[in-house]
């Protein structure tokens, strides 16, 4: 085995006629900080300058649906947690509303509010860790840990309402797994008064930070055509000011009864579509989401929210697709079922995965920071990407 | 080396009963262990006072356990974890150059000490091409990481090695440039003569003179010793986000703590250059102070900046290399080109 790097003696080196150069290519992950998990992309690259990138995924494959084709409908609820452990609630949410349309199932109205309430809860969780490693991605370190300060009071509150603080399996068929303890509503109410000042401190510190402007603004900038023909969605495709947000287009729960914004890049700092645009989105959603809590919370009804529907329940013979805006997009549920105990199959449309393919697309030509800057802005979670 | 031997003269007068070549090599021995122990010190102290700042920072305490006190023993354990860890060279890599490497780096912070300025007696040596011969050794450094970059054979060392190259070496003019601008006016080079030059009040520390010209040459030094440190914002060579660890990936153990001291001492010196060149060295700011030694004035405007370079590090984001560039031959460079030339025509004028 050749002992180190360099040819044993320089007299070997063979001087070409003109000096030749070539690119090289680079094993970005599994294990790299900033990849967001066990992402691997392959690089080529000429100096700083980027050639191509090819992500390569499954390196956190679960067999995800194949797993659901074995186990009961309830059973598979758990397994939605782990798709996108970071808004497992939006992932419950989703399959659930599914079955329940499959079986025409009605849902108390304590129950379809507190579903929202603790989807747009996650959302802002979820969207504060998407803020403060994407700040850790630029080389920020500060405003990662003011988040997960923040996105700690909503893990309590969900550590009441269900129990768990990372994978709920709190949103059931027919309903939800436990009503929300006394008091729950107040201590929401509270966070949201603690929380929206909170938003105006990560601009201070992240947004409108001159180094984070230069480094984010027309960077990464993904044209709303390119971006609808790889199938982007959530805050991503709304960054290049594409208005589709689920919520309001093809609405589910309750959600059409709420008066909310959707928020769309307007290319303040740089280009429609740039990854700025993307990370504003994500911090203007927030707000958002506050609001709908707030409705939410105000006309809550009194009752019981529990499920009441059996453990062993039968869905009717038939297939539907049901999509729901998760915080990073749409995630679709393709379920058939041939009336059993058991789904036939369950089939994820992962919002993570198509948006992470765009990535190919505008990834030539930037900087080996540049493309750190564009993953971060995708906000892809590899539980979702592999299934 | 006169200054020093006299300082040490009169603390124990018999040293000049003994013979020549074994004074000389006792005080020279004394003084190297003292500025080791100093460097090793500062260190750890720093280490210590960057993690509890960074805490704070961000709404969290750091260290509490070890050692009682706000965790003040954190460093020491720190220090024994990666004396005590294995020390690993890839297969593949240079053997020769990869343990080099961290030597280079350290050796060149640790002779910056020579020429600094702690008081009017204390100056290890008292060279009349001092801020020459510290600003050469200093960018000695960049061989170091150069070497270790590319001796640990992975592709995200090289990365890092050729930014810490490119940067380092670019940052140098700035600040030769910037420091120019207080010599002309100073006229000499040695560090011990640019502070005395400087003695009366805060006024006349070289930081207010030809106001405001030599305060943006001062602000224009300490933003390129920033780069010249490889600290936030100019963390490229080892910016963790992109280049998992940069130069020193494959490090481990002490040679990595090797680089880590290299570099607190690093930050060490530009800051205590800044405050001899431009904060008046060890002179008191004012008259009434002057009972307070000198020494301590020293360290503590060197602390300060210090202090300021991690406030910097925990607050800002990170550039990118093309950024990095512009800032240094755009902005930087012509600035302190301008401020020489007015300089110039001051004293002309």
């Known amino acids: 085995m050749k002992k180190s790097n360099i040819p044993e003696s320089q007299f070997e080196l063979q001087v070409p006629e003109s000096l030749k150069t070539e690119e090289m290519t680079i094993s970005m992950g599994p294990q790299h900080p900033s990849t967001h998990g066990v992402l691997q992309v392959i690089l080529k690259t000429d100096g700083e300058i980027i050639n191509s990138a090819k992500p390569q995924i499954g390196y956190l494959h679960r067999c995800f649906e194949k797993h659901a084709e074995n186990i009961t409908w309830h059973q598979v609820i758990p397994f939605t947690d782990r798709l996108d452990y970071i808004a497992s609630m939006n992932n419950n949410l989703g399959y659930v509303i599914g079955i329940e349309r499959m079986m025409n199932l009605e849902v108390n109205e304590r129950a379809e509010h507190l579903r929202v309430v603790v989807s747009e809860l996650n959302r802002i969780a979820s969207h504060l860790i998407a803020l403060g490693t994407y700040g850790l991605d630029i080389g920020a370190f500060t405003p990662f840990l003011y988040v997960f300060r923040d996105r700690e009071k909503i893990l309590d509150l969900f550590e009441e309402i269900s129990g768990a603080r990372l994978l709920y399996n709190y949103i ?45 603004a027309n960077v990464g900038v993904i044209p709303a055509e390119v971006g609808i023909s790889y199938g982007v969605s959530g805050p991503s495709l709304r960054g290049s000011g594409v208005n589709f947000d689920l919520r309001k287009d093809d609405p589910y729960s309750i959600y059409d009864r709420f008066d909310f914004n959707v928020v769309v890049g307007k290319g303040e700092m740089g280009t429609v579509g740039d990854t700025w645009d993307r990370y504003w989105v994500r911090v203007d959603e927030m707000v958002e989401s506050v609001k709908i809590i707030r409705q939410a919370l105000e006309n809550l009804p009194e009752g019981d929210a529990k499920e009441t529907v059996p453990r062993n329940i039968k ?32 089939k994820v449309r992962s919002p993570a995965f198509c948006n992470l393919s765009v990535l190919q697309a505008i990834a030539p030509g930037v900087m080996i920071a540049d493309l750190v800057a564009i993953i971060g802005s995708l906000d892809i979670v590899l539980g979702e990407v592999d299934r | 080396m006169e ?9 124990f007068p018999f040293i000049s009963d003994w013979p020549e070549w074994l004074a000389h090599t006792v005080v020279g021995v004394v003084t190297v262990l003292l500025l080791f122990g100093f460097v090793a010190l ?57 343990k080099l490497a961290p030597v280079i780096v350290f050796t060149a912070a640790l002779a910056g000490f020579a020429v600094l300025p702690w008081s009017q007696d204390f100056i290890p040596a008292d060279l009349n091409v001092g801020l020459l011969y510290i600003l050469s050794v200093s960018s000695f450094a960049v061989i170091g990481l150069l070497m270790g970059g590319w001796a640990s054979n992975n592709k995200w060392s090289l990365y890092g090695a050729m930014r810490a190259a490119s940067q ?23 560090m011990r003569h640019l502070v005395i030059a400087q003695s009366g009040n805060i006024l006349d520390w070289n930081v207010f003179n030809f106001f405001p010209l030599t305060a943006v040459a001062f602000f224009i030094y300490f933003v390129a010793s920033l780069a010249e440190v490889n600290r936030t914002p100019f963390d490229l060579p080892e910016g963790e986000s992109e280049l998992v ?3 020193h990936t494959e490090y481990s153990s002490m040679r990595f703590a090797f680089f880590f001291l290299g570099e607190y001492a690093n930050m060490y010196i530009v800051s205590a250059i800044a405050t001899t060149v431009f904060l008046g060295g060890w002179l008191a700011p004012f008259e009434a102070l002057n009972f307070i030694p000198g020494p301590i004035w020293f360290v503590g405007k060197a602390m300060t900046l ?31 080109f301008a401020i020489i030339l007015l300089i110039g025509l001051w004293k002309v004028l």
């Open chain 1, 315 to 346: 869905v009717p013979a038939g297939e539907y697709y049901m999509r729901t805006e998760t915080p990073r997009g749409e995630l679709g549920f393709y379920i058939i079922s041939d009336g059993s105990k058991m789904p036939n199959r369950v």
């Open chain 1, 172 to 216: 059931w068929v027919g309903g939800v797994a436990y009503d929300a303890p006394e008091g729950w509503r107040e201590k929401v109410l509270e966070f949201c008064d603690y929380f929206e000042p909170k938003i105006k401190e990560y601009n201070d510190i992240l947004t409108y930070n001159k180094i984070f402007i230069e480094r984010t």
């Open chain 2, 42 to 98: 500062f260190a750890l102290f720093a280490i210590w006072l960057e993690r509890k700042i960074s805490a704070h920072m961000q709404d969290r305490l750091g260290p509490m356990e070890v050692g009682g006190w706000h965790g003040w023993a954190q460093p020491i354990a720190d220090a024994i974890k990666l004396l005590v860890k294995e020390d690993i060279i890839p297969a593949m890599a240079d053997r020769t150059l990869f």
């Open chain 2, 168 to 190: 380092m070496i670019s940052y140098e003019i700035p600040v030769a440039l910037a420091l120019l601008a207080v010599i002309m006016n100073a006229g000499t080079m040695s």
């Open chain 2, 306 to 336: 210090v202090f300021i370079q991690m406030w910097l590090r925990w607050t800002l984001p990170r550039l990118r290399v093309d950024q990095l560039m512009y800032t240094c031959w755009k902005v930087l460079t012509p600035f302190s």
């Open chain 2, 245 to 247: 660890g940069g130069f």
């Open chain 2, 3 to 11: 200054p020093l031997f006299q300082f040490f003269n009169n603390l």
